[in-house]
């Protein structure tokens, strides 16, 4: 069976080249239920704008349109991911991925259908270190930079504000593991302390064990490496009702409007970081977004957005639809030289593309690649005031 699919996927990889005036699926995995699932509808609006802005302006691969499906990978089964993009691939016979969203579904996908299939991927979320020594045949990139970067942003966050004692907490996945192993590896070769480093399950319905082994460690204030609509959530509640902590840094995956719903006030003072930037290609992201009906602001929409136009074009300069044809397309748009295109000018780039020119697309999170097809990135702190999430610096 496994040797007939891959034979049926890659007939269909193979025949994937653009004809005139074709529609051309894009895929969209993303995990809609699971423990970010407040975090992926403006993920996938921020994706579909880009994919309906190049569709609109009626200048891709001689006028062909494209279309966006939706998977949904729920982040943390490995198994839900890979059947949602098998029928990705096999069903709807997408072009390229646009995710996946969690680490851990981002390795089942591309281990198990992208690459066998030849089918590229770029997530704008998943951000485990390990991802970046996959060999992927040059079908993954990612819009969004690796943890090794965050746990370092994150230790001189936390220094530069006199914390040198913290307790730290994890999801237990490849998301939580590699992100703290990097900040804790970060933050002790920066002078701070360390008095912990725990893991904790999703979808427990008592974190007060957790909490008191966290308390009787001590610490400054606990870093919370985890999902803020799973475990993440579950530990600062416990924490904040016994009293345990009463300041809490999270990463990207905690960084939500959730956090001012459900807490508001009681984590006053708060902080953390998330991807992103203030150029101004996220100015008009966000503006086109704000038209479209949704929030561009929300964490990975940006990378999002940028992550579907980079397929989209590649395919335009490669003239191709083809994985194999455009894959090798995408560092070379996406960095200098090249006149630089920023969200809403996608029409534009098509056209410059279309001439044979160059493009450095900034898109709506000034990305810039490095080998191999990693994000440099950059990150923005945030802190918690009265009750709100409100930006408070760029790294």
């Known amino acids: 069976m496994k040797k007939l699919f891959l034979a049926t996927t890659a007939a269909i990889a193979l025949g994937a080249g653009a004809a005139a005036a ?3 699926k894009m895929g969209i995995a993303l ?18 704008l880009a994919a309906r802005e190049i569709s609109d302006s009626g200048k891709f691969m001689d006028g062909s349109t494209v279309k966006a499906v939706r998977a949904d990978t729920t982040c943390i089964d490995a198994s839900a991911a890979t059947a949602a993009a098998e029928r990705l691939v096999t069903s709807d016979r997408v072009a390229g991925i646009m995710g996946a969203m969690c680490s851990g579904a981002t390795g089942a996908v591309l281990q198990n259908v992208a690459i066998p299939n030849g089918v590229v991927m770029i997530s704008p979320s998943a951000t485990s270190p390990a991802l ?29 504000r006199g914390i040198e004692t913290v307790a730290l907490t ?8 590699g992100l703290a192993d990097s900040f804790a590896e970060a933050y002790k070769e920066k002078g701070g302390t360390v008095t912990i480093n725990a893991a904790h399950e999703d979808g427990k319905a008592d974190y007060s064990a957790e909490i008191g082994a966290l308390s009787s460690a001590g610490g400054d204030a606990l870093v919370v490496v985890g999902y803020v609509d799973q475990g993440g959530k579950g530990i600062v509640r416990a924490a904040l009702d016994t009293g345990a902590f009463d300041t809490f840094v ?72 083809n994985s194999d044809d455009y894959k090798g397309k995408i560092m070379d748009i996406a ?32 990305v810039e690649f490095i080998e191999p097809g990693e994000s440099a990135g ?14 408070v610096g760029v790294r």
Do not use: C, H, W
Request: glycine share 12%; proline share 5%; hydrophobic share 35%.
């Open 22 to 24: 074709e529609e051309v």
């Open 250 to 321: 999270f990463p990207d995956g905690m960084i939500a409007e959730t956090l001012e719903t459900d807490f508001g006030d009681e984590i006053e003072g708060s902080f953390g970081q998330k991807p992103g930037n203030e150029s101004e290609g996220l100015s008009l992201f966000v503006e086109l977004a704000k038209e479209a009906g949704f929030d561009g602001t929300e964490i990975f929409a940006p990378e999002s957005y940028d992550a579907m136009a980079l397929m989209l074009l590649a395919m335009q300069a490669a003239g191709s639809t």
């Open 335 to 366: 960095n200098a030289p090249g006149e630089q295109i920023m969200p809403g000018e996608l029409g534009k780039a098509l056209e410059i593309l279309a001439e044979g020119g160059d493009i450095d697309y900034q898109g709506a999170s000034a």
């Open 170 to 177: 994890y999801t237990n996945n490849d998301y939580g593991k």
């Open 378 to 391: 950059s990150y923005i702190e945030m802190e918690i005031k009265d009750g709100k999430l409100e930006t």
């Open 132 to 160: 970046s020594t996959v060999e992927d045949n040059g079908y993954f990139f990612r819009t969004a930079p690796s943890d090794a970067r965050q746990g370092v942003i994150m230790a001189e966050n936390i220094l530069d």
């Open 31 to 48: 995990g809609f239920t699971g423990p970010l699932e407040s975090l992926s509808p403006p993920m996938a609006e921020g994706a579909e």
